[in-house]
């Protein structure tokens, strides 16, 4: 019957929306510095970075460099970003991908979860901390991981009193916009004080320029770097990924 054939292959469907996840948790544990490269158009910050990038030349060339991970901004107000650009890098990569918007509400989990996401992004300073946890758990019932994102120390210890196994430490300060590695070595010491013994993984955002950034974090005790604008704007995205795991104690692919 027609309508057999109809359902057993919206069966088919659906069972592709549940299926497993890369995960990002796993990537990012890697041994020495793990890279994140990420795609976007233009910031509120920097204004236009990238405004003629092919998104998918650009995923081929953190893939040829040996990214970990890529992250990839669907916020288009702001960011320039597009869902549009997730749905047609999904199918193009085996690496794990997350979605970086403003996550506020949980139609936007389910919309990460139909777009294909294998991770997306909290920011606490936009969350009251009820709410925060409820995204969370809502995010890890669907199969996808999750990375936290804390700007001060205050939003650390909040976000510590959840199960987040991905933290996020912005070196952009969202009242001025500057950037200051050091917001990432006083919180890193931070979460250590807190949890000595700690397994949660700790990814350093904003402010990467070149390698000997890429080193002072790992040296920080960082298990990864998110970098976006730098390698938007580099000549040769995949050289520039390599001197960052060089320079972080892996190899260069």
């Known amino acids: 019957m027609i309508l057999d054939r109809i359902l057993k292959r919206k069966a088919e469907e659906t069972a592709e929306l549940l299926a497993p ?21 233009a910031s509120p910050s920097r ?16 893939e040829e460099g040996g990214a970990d991970a890529v ?10 970003g597009s869902a549009d650009d997730f749905r047609a890098l999904r199918p ?7 979605r970086k918007d403003f996550i506020v509400s949980e139609v936007q989990v389910y919309e990460s979860l139909f777009l294909g996401a294998d991770a997306l992004l909290l920011i606490a300073a936009a969350l009251e901390p009820e709410r925060l946890a409820g995204l969370l758990a809502l ?11 804390v700007h001060a120390e205050a939003e650390l210890l909040s976000v510590l009193e959840t199960d987040a196994a991905i933290i996020g430490i912005n070196n952009r300060n969202l009242d001025d916009f500057t950037v200051d590695l050091r917001t990432t070595e006083r919180l890193k010491s931070a979460l250590v ?20 950034d890429a080193a002072r ?37």
């Open 21 to 41: 996840r890369r995960r990002m948790s796993a990537a990012l544990r890697r041994e020495g510095l793990s890279v994140i490269g990420e795609i976007k158009r």
């Open 47 to 62: 204004g236009v970075i990238n405004g003629t990038v092919d998104p998918g030349e650009q995923l081929r060339r953190y």
């Open 71 to 80: 992250s990839i901004l669907t916020d288009a107000s702001f960011f320039g």
């Open 92 to 98: 193009r990569t085996g690496l794990p991908l997350l």
């Open 139 to 149: 995010t890890r019932s669907l199969g996808m991981e999750v990375i936290v994102e």
């Open 193 to 212: 004080r807190r949890e000595p013994r700690g397994t949660r993984i700790v990814v350093a955002e904003s402010g990467v320029k070149n390698e000997d």
């Open 217 to 253: 974090l790992a040296d920080a005790g960082v298990d990864a770097i998110l970098v976006g604008e730098a390698l938007m704007r580099a000549p040769d995205p995949a050289a520039m990924i390599r001197s960052f795991r060089k320079k972080g104690g892996v190899r260069a692919a």
